[in-house]
């Protein structure tokens, strides 16, 4: 059962930082391509940030380029989103997912998510 949950939003003035977590379970995490997605009220949802498992490429989003880092720690199975620098225009809610159908790139869209994290910038 593929599960996957995120933590770690909240409320910032722009210019601060916060760091999401997102624990993982039931799929090889190693395999598959897993990352960041936002979806802001009104919005489509963006992708922000994804790590492929093929070539162990890291891929951002370019609104977010150069202000947040997406990392991963295999022992533990957890994805790490560190966001630097937060805009009004970064509020959204965040999520992790996994692209189980994309033979371990980010060239998909996630298949599986968990619930999402609210992260709220002011001006």
């Known amino acids: 059962d593929v599960q996957l949950q995120a933590s770690g939003g909240g409320s910032v003035q722009a210019g601060g930082s916060l760091r999401l977590s997102c624990a993982t379970s039931g799929f090889s995490f190693e395999d598959f391509g897993i990352g960041w997605f936002r979806q802001a009220p009104g919005k489509e949802r963006e992708g922000v940030s994804c790590i492929s498992r093929s070539d162990g490429t890291t891929t951002y989003a370019d609104s977010v380029k150069g202000r947040f880092t997406i990392s991963s720690d295999n022992a533990k199975k957890m994805v790490y989103l560190q966001m630097n620098s937060l805009k009004p225009e970064d509020t959204a809610v965040y999520y992790c997912?996994?692209?189980?159908?994309?033979?371990?790139?980010?060239?998909?869209?996630?298949?599986?998510w968990g619930q999402g994290t609210q992260v709220t910038v002011s001006s």
């Open positions: 997912g996994v692209q189980l159908g994309g033979w371990g790139t980010c060239n998909s869209w996630y298949d599986s």
